[in-house]
T-cell receptor, first 116, second 114 residues
Framework: DADVTQTPRNRITKTGKRIMLECSQTKGHDRMYWYRQDPGLGLRLIYYSFDVKDINKGEISDGYSVSRQAQAKFSLSLESAIPNQTALYFC???????????????FGPGTRLTVL | GDSVTQMEGPVTLSEEAFLTINCTYTATGYPSLFWYVQYPGEGLQLLLKATKADDKGSNKGFEATYRKETTSFHLEKGSVQVSDSAVYFCALRRRGTSYGKLTFGQGTILTVHP
């Protein structure tokens, strides 16, 4: 089974609708992240969380909110979806940095969201 | 702010050809550098990394050397296979940041034909 799972894998919705993307992980990591991927722009960080009580905005958080329901679950919500939120969304997890301060991020398979 | 620039794609090669994907960066301080690969329908996977100048990261026949003087981290492979077809992302992480923020390049699509 995959260590980082995302649901749904594909979603088509209409402008103004509320939508939630879910992420679950079995790696036991405390840190979780949400990114969006747009063609020609790479990945950009939306929100990140160090633990259940610690949630932080990334570089493009406007129009999004998140909920960390448990160590293993991190959900991304679009309160009122708009067409320019059409993108591929990735969840990622990482452990605490070790002595080398490198915390490798492990990515889920992505959710392709289309807002009409 | 930090930024990563990759060569324009897509790149199309024949099997066993030599691959180079250029990556240059701009960052405050002394970042760590990474290459991630995204196979069709999957999430990103770490391919290789380098944390200091002149470090060479290597994995699966791919190599990249951290060149501080040219602020570059070009990805190379001597003989590509069809299975290497994927999107490749160069990324950096600034040293000393309190969270794992990665700054990504725009990605380069690689297609390898038999």
């Amino acid at each position: 089974d995959a260590d980082v799972t995302q649901t749904p894998r594909n979603r088509i919705t209409k402008t103004g609708k509320r939508i939630m993307l879910e992420c679950s992980q079995t790696k036991g990591h405390d840190r979780m992240y949400w990114y969006r991927q747009d063609p020609g722009l790479g990945l950009r960080l939306i929100y990140y969380s160090f633990d259940v009580k610690d949630i932080n905005k990334g570089e493009i958080s406007d129009g999004y909110s998140v909920s960390r329901q448990a160590q293993a679950k991190f959900s991304l919500s679009l309160e009122s979806a708009i067409p320019n939120q059409t993108a591929l969304y990735f969840c990622a997890t990482s452990d605490e940095p070790g002595t080398g301060w490198f915390d490798e991020q492990f990515f889920g398979p992505g959710t392709r969201l289309t807002v009409l | 702010g930090d930024s990563v620039t990759q060569m324009e794609g897509p790149v199309t090669l024949s099997e066993e050809a030599f691959l180079t994907i250029n990556c240059t960066y701009t960052a405050t301080g002394y970042p760590s550098l990474f290459w991630y690969v995204q196979y069709p329908g999957e999430g990103l996977q770490l391919l290789l990394k380098a944390t200091k100048a002149d470090d060479k990261g290597s994995n699966k026949g791919f190599e990249a050397t951290y060149r501080k003087e040219t602020t570059s981290f070009h990805l190379e492979k001597g003989s590509v296979q069809v299975s290497d077809s994927a999107v490749y992302f160069c990324a950096l992480r600034r040293r000393g940041t309190s969270y794992g923020k990665l700054t990504f390049g725009q990605g380069t699509i690689l297609t390898v034909h038999p």
